[in-house]
């Protein structure tokens, strides 16, 4: 073999040895990189952000929010027409998710959220899906809705589950929205003392 066959040799062997290096440095390089990143060490501190209510009332910016339904089937009674109405329905319940209210405890950096009052909504089932007692009672349909309407709402305000429910539900979304916000600025969050929590 000649000189300059083991010169090309030996410097081929030179160059693999030398990529390999290169190559492990470079993927040791891209190890410790992800390993810090995901540490956090590379993540920029951003300033601190001032809780204020505004910016609460931006974190929860949506209307009426429906937190808990239930089937209600029922007999409601026109003492006016002198007869019953049978009836399917659906009682929504839920809060004005702009009517929370906040008071900002710095000391403490607590921020206390106060419930809004709870919103009923019935949705009764088709007009033809209701049955009147006796079948003969003059009444029109609009009574009929009237009646049924008013009896479910009754029965709903009535039932703790369903405004036990409405109320948890809420909370957990109104938490989901502010805690984010809340937590990486050393801000816990409380509720107000409610009635309906008495009762829990």
């Not at 590379?42 to 974190?59: D, G, Q, R």
């Not at 009674?77 to 900002?104: D, F, L, P, Q």
């Given at each position: ?6 010169q090309?040799r ?8 030398v ?12 190890c ?5 990143k ?12 001032i ?8 974190a929860v910016?949506?209307?009426d ?9 029922g007999?409601?009674k026109?003492?006016k ?8 329905s659906?009682v929504k319940?839920g809060?004005?998710?702009?009517e ?12 206390i ?13 088709d007009?033809y ?5 006796p ?9 009929m809705?009237?009646t ?26 109104i ?16 509720w107000?003392?409610t009635?309906?929590s008495?009762?829990?």
């Amino acid at each position: 073999m000649s000189e300059s066959n083991k010169q090309k040799r030996k410097n081929s062997k030179l160059l693999k040895t030398v990529l390999k290096g290169v190559t492990v440095t470079l993927v040791v390089c891209v190890c410790a990189i992800l390993v810090l990143k995901n540490s956090g060490l590379f993540i920029e501190k951003s300033e601190p952000v001032i809780i204020t209510k505004s910016l609460l009332m931006e974190a929860v910016d949506i209307s009426d929010l429906w937190t808990a339904e239930y089937r209600y089937n029922g007999i409601g009674k026109n003492s006016k027409k002198g007869c019953y109405i049978s009836y399917g329905s659906t009682v929504k319940a839920g809060y004005n998710i702009k009517e929370v209210s906040w008071e900002i405890d710095e000391a403490n950096k607590t921020v206390i959220a106060s419930l809004p009052e709870v919103i009923l909504s019935v949705y009764l089932d088709d007009k033809y899906k209701m049955s009147v007692i006796p079948n003969d009672s003059e009444i029109s349909v609009s009574e009929m809705r009237g009646t049924c309407e008013k009896d479910a709402l009754k029965e709903a305000q009535k039932s703790n589950e369903l405004l036990n429910m409405a109320e948890e539900n809420f909370k957990d979304t109104i938490e989901g929205l502010v805690l984010p916000i809340l937590q990486p600025n050393g801000y816990s969050l409380a509720w107000s003392h409610t009635e309906l929590s008495e009762e829990e």
